[in-house]
């Protein structure tokens, strides 16, 4: 069972695919090796309560609670609070953990951590925030790692194949996955196009956040003083977002339905389909030959609540 | 990313898995690798359309859906007709991928089978029914190789890591995956013990299906005159089965639960999550010391109907 391998080819481009979301814990994804790093600073550390954030659709919520359980780690979930019709399988699957659950509206997030950290060391704890600080700061370099440990399979794959992939595509949220790519890309010196599809954020917003990543993790992490990309070196695309985080329209619905029942692979319409559907977009535009990765990041049961909202609906 | 993989101690034994739920198309499972077994003999004969049987919450009917139409060949679905609340996702998948639908009730699936040979040759096709005739006969041989196959990876697994497994446990239905496991073991002159937990069927229905699978793979599969087994040397053992096809109790689906939470890994109540209780009482019954295989028959979208019906009750 290999886990990278030809999909399919898209005009003059072969398409080749790395399924992080079979990553055989917790539906996978690339949360799952984001989370994996965080547990072990947190162990590192001596911390001793597990803190994590993110949306009720969160995959990173739904790791980090199940990574916590498994370990028999105490955990709080702060949840940002949704306003779908359904539950997502990732809320549902986070509430069976049983983590400690706490909601906050978007803009209470700080105030909500710091609370929950105040709370977990008056319970006799030594709290750990997966993003460092109450305002999500401190802790990149140790997340960009992951990506950067990733890219070295990705490198095994090429020097076992004799495939050589000119472009990297991947769908692109907080940015953490494409900052540790592109680390790796540079630290190797290849000339890789690593190519964030935006799912949420705007360009501008997308591309301070990786080069803010990628100074923490050359900075704290490397020690080095490698350069990071000037904002405009960075490939970030804000073209596919449909309107923001969670947003879909007919043709990406489409795109992910057709993805399943032609090729198999369940892409949801929140990640994934984005990025997949930038990339088809991109290899048009730019006329893109050669062979070109996909990296399918997860998010299964995401792919479950859409299927969910179809039959309901 | 090993597809096989130390997982948990039960007792004295060291529990392994074989994750085949991760196979990377269509959600994965044993019934991807016998589909593609019966596609290759469809496309050996000279056929063109693919039929196919099974409940509404079939895995085989959802693979075989989507490999007709990744592969572009015309595909009709039998479905035994369903008395559940809601719709399975399976059920809703092979909608989606365009096949042709047709329901029956458990007692006429003969009939449907015949009706829909018939009319495929009205459409000018020369239809494939995955079991073979419409008694469901004369296709074994061609199915159990799928698992006669698979046993190799697990003689790679073992020659890689020096582990010796004693016992390989997996969830039984029809028994043609169980059947290509011990056909093999046979053939290569192991002692190992497979062990059949069954999802549905009596020890003595379970067992006489596997005898004539076995039967039919060795005569028209193999050419060989290797001695089948005496049902009484079968290992299916009925008593995990909660009442029938479909049917679960709390101590069940607290056990599926348990395993996701704590393991990260979902089984289903119909399938994995039978074969894991069978195992587990097994273990301790008979005091199995040593490595002990559990495959992963996969069923995914089977563990978010059960999920879903949670959330909807």
Redesign the interface.
């Known amino acids: 069972?290999e886990?990278t391998?030809f999909l399919m080819k898209i005009k003059d481009a072969s398409i080749y695919i790395k399924?992080d979301d079979?990553?055989?814990?917790?539906?996978g994804g690339n949360k799952l090796r984001i989370v994996t790093k965080a547990f072990e600073d947190m162990e590192r550390r001596g911390c001793d309560e597990f803190i994590s954030y993110g949306s009720e659709s969160s995959n990173l919520n739904r790791?980090a609670?199940?990574?916590a359980?498994?370990r028999g780690v105490a955990c709080t979930v702060i949840f940002k609070k949704g306003r779908g019709a359904?539950?997502p399988?990732n809320e549902?699957?986070v509430k069976?953990?049983?983590a400690r659950i706490v909601y906050c509206e978007g803009s209470e997030v700080r105030a909500a951590v710091e609370e929950e950290l105040r709370r977990s060391v008056r319970d006799g704890h030594r709290p750990y925030y997966i993003y460092g600080d109450s305002n999500g700061r401190g802790n990149e370099a140790c997340l960009v790692e992951a990506y950067v440990e990733a890219y070295e399979e990705i490198r095994d794959f090429e020097a076992k194949s004799g495939i050589s992939f000119s472009h990297i595509f991947l769908a692109s949220g907080t940015g953490i996955t494409q900052s540790g790519l592109m680390a790796a890309s540079i630290l190797h010196g290849d000339d890789k196009k690593i190519c964030g599809i935006s799912v949420a954020r705007s360009r501008d917003r997308g591309r301070e956040a990786i080069r803010e990543n990628m100074s923490s993790y050359m900075r704290d992490g490397r020690k080095t003083e490698v350069k990071v990309p000037a904002a405009s070196e960075i490939f970030f695309d804000d073209r596919f977002v449909k309107g923001g985080y969670g947003c879909a329209d007919q043709e990406l619905s489409e795109l992910c339905?057709q993805m399943?029942?032609?090729?198999?692979?369940?892409l949801d319409t929140t990640y994934t389909g984005k990025a997949f559907l930038g990339m088809r977009n991109i290899i048009e535009e730019e006329h893109i030959k050669g062979s070109v990765l996909f990296i399918h990041t997860g998010g299964?049961?995401g792919v479950?609540d859409a299927?969910?909202d179809?039959?309901l609906s």
């Open positions: 069972m886990d391998y399924r079979l990553l055989p814990f917790s539906f790791v609670a199940h990574m359980r498994s359904h539950e399988y549902l699957l069976e953990s049983g339905r399943m029942k032609g090729y198999g692979l369940p299964l049961p479950f299927a969910r179809i039959m």
